[in-house]
């Protein structure tokens, strides 16, 4: 029945400020976009990042979180401190993995991850 993710979306409320965040800071490449703009995914290896802004859609701190692996969590962590990211959540370990976690202009949670 369910195969794949074909997309994870994430609810902005400025698509520009958005767009900034996420190719700037996080330093995701811009794919397909659609709705003037408002609308930008990111293609990450099989994942598809949807990046959106629409009236009748908006952010929630507690909605959808998305996690993203890095290759060094601790270089990732000092990077996007420098560029102003505030983290809610520290370096945490679990028996599979490091994750901390940050929020984007929005409030969206995300996470950087390192599988071990």
Not at 62 to 77: C, P
Not at 99 to 104: E, G, L, P, V
């Amino acid at each position: 029945m369910i195969k794949e993710v074909a997309f994870v979306a994430i609810a902005v409320s400025d698509a520009e400020r958005a767009r900034k965040f996420y190719q700037e800071t996080l330093e995701l490449k811009p794919g397909a976009t659609a709705m003037g703009g408002a609308w930008v995914e990111y293609d990450l290896g099989e994942t598809t990042i949807g990046v959106g802004c629409h009236p009748s859609w908006q952010p929630s701190r507690d909605g959808t979180t998305v996690a993203f692996e890095v290759d060094d969590i601790d270089a990732t962590i000092a990077i996007l401190k420098e560029r102003g990211v505030q983290f809610d959540m520290d370096k945490l370990e679990t028996p599979v993995c490091w994750m901390a976690q940050f929020r984007d202009p929005d409030g969206n949670k995300l996470v950087v991850h390192k599988r071990k």
